[in-house]
C-alpha cells in the first residue's frame, strides 16, 4: 500500500529577513557579520538553530557532495547551493525560532531536472557530521541524493519522519530524522521573492 505524502514544500525563514537568503552565497565580511549576527540572536534565545566555528566548513562540505551526487544521478543544478524546503510541513523547524515564517510550494511546480531531495536533511544524510564531532548514525538512506520522482518509492520504504516538536538543547548531537529535505537548484520557481 502506498504511502500519502504532502504535495507541497515549505521554506521557512525568520520574520526579520527576506526568504531564500542562503549563507553559501556570502563571503568574507559579509558571511562573517551574517554568522555573528546568527550567534548573536542564539545567545538572546530568539533562535535554537547553532552556527559554531566550523559551521561554513562543514555546509560548504555538505553542498559540494549534495550537488555532486545530484550530477552523478543526472541532475541539472543551476546554482551551486539548493534553496531548501522540507517536505510538508515540519512543526520541529517551526518552532527553531521566534515568529518564524514560511512559503509554501506545490510539489508540481518543481523542476524536475533541479530538484532534488534527502531522507532525512542533507547535513545528516551527507554523513559528514562524525569528522565534526557530531553524533551519525548510519541508515541505508543516507549518502543517497533522490529524485523528486523517487518520492513514493522512499517514503514507502522508509515511512515520514514525525517532525514533531522537542527539547531543541543538544540537538545537533542527538540522532536528526525530523524531516525530508527538498532541494531546489533553481532561482526559477522563487524569482519573485528574490531580491
Known amino acids: 500500500m502506498e504511502t ?9 525563514y525568520l520574520a526579520s529577513r527576506p526568504p531564500f537568503l542562503n549563507l553559501s552565497d556570502l563571503g568574507g565580511k559579509q ?5 555573528e549576527r546568527l550567534a548573536r ?3 538572546s534565545g530568539a533562535t535554537s538553530r547553532l552556527f559554531g566555528r566550523r559551521y ?3 555546509r560548504r562540505r555538505t553542498e559540494e557532495k549534495l550537488r555532486s551526487l545530484f550530477i552523478s544521478a543526472g541532475g541539472q543544478p543551476e546554482r551551486l547551493s ?4 522540507v517536505l510538508g510541513s515540519c512543526p520541529w523547524y517551526r518552532g527553531l525560532a521566534r515568529d518564524m515564517r514560511e512559503v509554501t510550494l506545490p510539489l508540481a511546480e518543481l523542476p524536475r531536472d533541479a530538484s532534488s531531495f534527502t531522507y532525512p536533511d542533507s547535513f545528516t544524510s551527507m554523513a559528514l557530521g ?3 564531532g557530531l553524533h551519525q548514525d548510519s541508515r541505508p538512506y543516507h549518502e543517497q541524493v533522490y529524485s523528486i520522482e523517487q518520492l513514493q518509492e522512499v517514503i514507502d520504504q522508509f515511512g515520514l519522519p514525525d517532525g514533531e516538536v522537542a527539547d531543541y538543547r543538544g540537538y545537533q548531537h542527538q540522532p536528526f530524522e525530523k ?4 532541494q531546489l537548484w533553481s532561482d526559477v ?3 519573485s521573492w528574490l531580491g
Open 179 to 182: 524531516y525530508v529535505e527538498v
Open 130 to 132: 562524525a569528522e565534526y
Open 56 to 58: 561554513m566548513e562543514l
Open 41 to 43: 540572536e542564539h545567545a
Open 82 to 85: 539548493p534553496h531548501y524546503f
Open 189 to 191: 520557481p522563487v524569482h
Open 31 to 35: 558571511l562573517e557579520g551574517a554568522i
Open 4 to 12: 500519502i505524502f504532502p504535495d507541497y514544500v515549505t521554506h521557512y
